[in-house]
């Protein structure tokens, strides 16, 4: 509920290389708002979406997690929609809706019968100009995203470590701040801050309305003109944050925590985004992680989880979409009785070898195949192709680039993926992560010794 | 800014009883019976399949977690094909093909593109009748489950309901875990697992859906390849009937972490029982509506104490529960609860309001069709419409079913089913403020 994104694997997709992905309708309206609509009409349902080019990454420093407080605040009210109205609302007619944050952006959603998107169209063009809350609500509000925050990252190591990685990561880019907020600077987040926020940012010509569903794009556009059309343009900012520097130093961040039963490896490194470093060096990214991590064929699953037995379980992922720098992610979960140190050496054993010998052809081959082969599932989900496309235009990807990308895969070569390997697994963009129980914790003891849980009752 | 009033909402409408699919009873020429909804619109093919009596409820006492483990290793190579091949022709023909075990219940899931097909039915075909459990797989499959069980015990969401179930059908098959335990797991043999896929997977336990660019006609031979060589005579459900719950009271399983974590519930309602639908309505009110909850305004919306505040209804075949869940931080764990108990009593003295019962219901019958969204989670629908013995013109009466509740049906169920004495909760966390009426069952607090 007003969900927090965590990003995934962008999902390998595929289709015989001819075929687009979503081929989507593209408007824009005289205020500036882009208006895209994928037709399908296997249900009588349609998923509405609002997105606003604004996120954790364009917060003050010192107010982090004010986007994602303000994405709540959303819910609270307009003159004509009493707090806490607009879901009931939605759900009075059969529908679901929520929201979720991340560092690049803010979306909105409401999934409902096609016949009912005019009474979503109204709502959310109605919130995207008369926000009103008082100071009760939003006090209210902010001690319920505390409580997220406890549930999401203080009550979980795994986020805990992944927060105090992000911070590492970057060190001048607004990145290192947690979506959510820091603690203490959620708790001192106002009324005022969240207002000044969504006045700053929150315009049609800053949003991307995004309809996928049984609906017919010249009634969209019609519908979208008629409740959004008349909402004034804004001189929102411009996105310019600061920018990391060259990397020089390779980081380790290392969490001892009591709790921890199962103890794990992560590193990132520092990667360009299909944004800042462009198609080609993204797509040789995504070829590359599916190279090494892809399902069970990938090379460093193969050789660690399957061959030397030393992981129970091996991650890697890239997901070009984002506004400004980006990450790659390893993550392993050592097998039981393998200590996390033999593990990280096999893992650097095979970032040796891939170094020193670099990918074959056919390993690139398959590769490509693999995340192409899929792409028809794409289309069978009512929630993809909105999705992908709100999340390519708030973080500076085009809607070609989203319909051309099962051709640019295909187009990769063995050289490409050597050399963006060769540019990003560089140890100095590099952070390593460790999970650890704390010595003499109870965490520490065996993680076989489960208790029996009837016996924990006192 | 533009202040413009919003004058009018655009007119609604309530999706009603009509969908746009139509359901097709497919027997194949060797007597397999499948559920279709035939649509060629996009080239890809969902069948999702469901073998009763063969969940975690089923595993040898001594051994829980078979069912589960075995689910993890029938896509680990077939018939000629060791893992390795098994997966490479999964992942280059972009097959999807996983197994899952519930408590009661074993799912199979195969998405295809319909152009892969031959390969996909086949490598179902060999996984369900021919699987190798080789012995590498095996000791990977046993390590990942080992690793899952550790970090379960991480996650304070899935201690608490471990807990919970342990505590609540104590005695009963369901108080295992699904997964099983780290003993049970390091216990379980290669001719475990053989003895397991033979005894437990047999066509008259079978239930199939299908949904995608496939005729009736080639579905029933595809039914007959893939599921004509198991057993005719799959294994009678021997799990007994689950009708008590223990008494009511609040367990804490202390850790150290800032937000308590509470699992509640009590003794529930079971699919088939004559008052479902009436409990659907009740609970939507209470707790199952998200943001349109009694739960959610009290706990949440009124004073921020927690993120997420919910119940649902949990019915099994041999028994059922209605449970919940809340974490708050430790400080006011205690007046969540009390909020929790203060809304069970409230239901079941005064019942619903004429808006709060009509927003629910118009809730229940417009939001079905929202799963009507991928191919995948029709055909998961069409079993469930199946294992529930619902009819195939449900999907055509169920509108009536909810439309049909009425205020004094809820007041009846909810005094039936809701007692703020019986609740059962677990903690997990370091709670305060746990009143006399909340104190841990069987000693002190914290």
Known sequence: MRRLMVLGLYLGLAFPAQARMFDPKVFTLDNGLQVVVVEN?????????????????????????LAHLLEHMMFKGTPTIAPGEFSKIIARSGGRDNAFTSSDYTAYYQDVASANIEQAFTMEADRMHNLVFDEKNFVTERAVVMEERRSRTDNNPNALLHEAMGAAMFLNHPYHRPVIGWRDEIAQLSRDDALDFYHRWYAPNNAVLVVEGDVDPARVLELAKTHFGPIPKADTPVRARPQEPGPIAAREVTLKDGRVQQPALVRQWLAPSLRSG??????????????????????????LVVEKGLAASLYVGYDPASWDADTLTLS?????????????????????RLEK?????????????????????????????????????????????????????????????????????DDRRSVTGTLLPLPGAAGSAPPMALPAFGQEIR | MLRRALLILAAVLI????????????????????????????????????????????????????????????????????????????????????????????????????????????????????????????????????????????SPDTVAARAWFAHVFAGHPYARPVRGTPDSVKAIRTSDLRAWVKTRLGRSNLVVGVVGDITPEDLGHRLDQVFAALPAEGPKDEVSEWTAAPPGGVEVLNRPI????????????????????????????????????????EVREKRGLAYSVYTALAPMDHGAVILGGVATRNERLGDSLRLIKDEWRRMRDEGPTDAELADAKTYLVGSFALRLDSSPSVAGLLVAIQLDHLGIDYLDRRADLIGGVTADDVRRVAKRLLDPDALIVTVVGQPEGLADDQSPRGGASQ
């Open chain 1, 41 to 65: 009409h296997r249900a009588p349902i349609a998923e509405v979406m609002v997105w606003y080019k604004v996120g954790a990454a364009d917060e003050t420093p010192g107010k982090s997690g």
């Open chain 1, 278 to 303: 462009g198609p080609e060096q993204a797509d040789a990214l995504e070829v590359l992680a599916e190279i090494l991590g892809g399902g069970s064929s990938g090379r460093l699953y193969r050789a």
């Open chain 1, 332 to 352: 392993a979960v050592p097998r039981p009785g393998v200590a996390l140190a033999k593990l990280r050496a096999g893992v650097e054993a095979e970032l040796a």
């Open chain 1, 357 to 425: 010998n670099g990918v074959t052809a056919t390993e690139v081959a398959e590769a490509k195949n693999r995340l192409t082969a899929g792409l028809a599932y794409e289309r069978d989900s009512l929630h993809a192709g909105a999705h992908r496309l709100g999340e390519a235009l708030t973080t500076g990807e085009t809607v070609e680039q989203v319909e051309s990308w099962p051709e640019r895969i295909a187009a990769v070569t063995p050289d490409a993926v050597n050399q963006i390997a060769k540019t990003v697994l």
């Open chain 2, 15 to 154: 999706p009603g009883p009509v969908f746009a699919v139509t359901i097709e009873r497919v027997v194949s020429p060797g007597g397999v019976e499948a559920w279709l909804v035939e649509d060629h619109s996009n080239p890809v093919i969902a069948l999702e399949a469901t073998f009763r009596a063969a969940g975690s409820a089923s595993d040898p006492g001594v051994l829980p977690g078979l069912a589960y483990m075995t689910a993890g290793l029938l896509d680990e190579g077939a018939g000629p094909y060791d893992s390795k091949t098994f997966q490479a022709k999964l992942e280059n023909e972009a097959i999807g093909l996983t197994f899952d075990a519930g408590r009661d219940h074993f799912r199979v899931s195969l998405n295809t593109l319909a152009d892969r097909q031959d390969d996909a039915f086949e490598l179902l075909r060999l996984s369900l009748s021919q699987p190798r459990f080789d012995g590498e797989p095996v000791r990977r499959v046993r390590g990942e489950i080992l690793s899952m069980l550790a970090q379960e015990k991480q």
């Open chain 2, 258 to 297: 800032p937000q308590s974590v509470a699992t509640f519930g009590e003794l529930g309602l079971k699919r088939n029982d004559p008052d479902w639908y009436v409990a659907t309505v009740m609970d939507n009110i209470l707790g199952g509506g998200g943001f349109s909850s009694r739960l959610t305004a």
